[in-house]
């Protein structure tokens, strides 16, 4: 059992960044076996994969829309993931949300993982 809590989130400028955390908490895995994954999700629109890291933190993976802009990594002995995202755009809208996945590798089909936080909001003003 993994429980997961984003935050960070907010209301930025077109340009501006933001730095989002997802504190896990593990009971009978520890959190660093588990990779790690953000999520985001907008206003009709189906959840899409944004970035993943793998349980070392050793592998990345990004969605092309974010590649250059968005920053993923890990910290295993604070049980914390983050999402640093720079260069915002007004599209970057959206609720972010944070997943574990049980996979060797870093996955970005929303099937691959079994946990997920409750979501933080991100807008972005044009």
């Known amino acids: 059992q993994a429980q997961l809590v984003e935050s960070g989130g907010g209301l930025v400028q077109a340009g501006g960044s933001l730095r989002l955390s997802c504190a896990a908490s593990?009971?009978?895995?520890?959190?660093?076996?588990?990779?790690m994954g953000w999520f985001r999700q907008a206003p009709g629109k189906e959840r899409e994969f944004v970035a993943g890291?793998?349980?070392?933190?050793?592998?990345?993976l990004y969605a092309d829309a974010v590649k250059g802009r968005f920053t993923i990594s890990r910290d295993n002995a604070k049980n914390t993931v983050f999402l640093q995202m720079n260069s915002l755009k007004p599209e970057d809208t959206a609720v972010y949300y944070c997943a574990a996945s049980s996979s060797v590798v870093v996955t970005t089909s929303t099937l691959e993982y079994d946990y997920w936080g409750q979501g933080t909001q991100v807008t972005v003003s044009s």
């Open positions: 890291i793998s349980w070392r933190g050793g592998s990345t």
């Open positions: 593990a009971s009978g895995r520890t959190f660093n076996s588990y990779a």
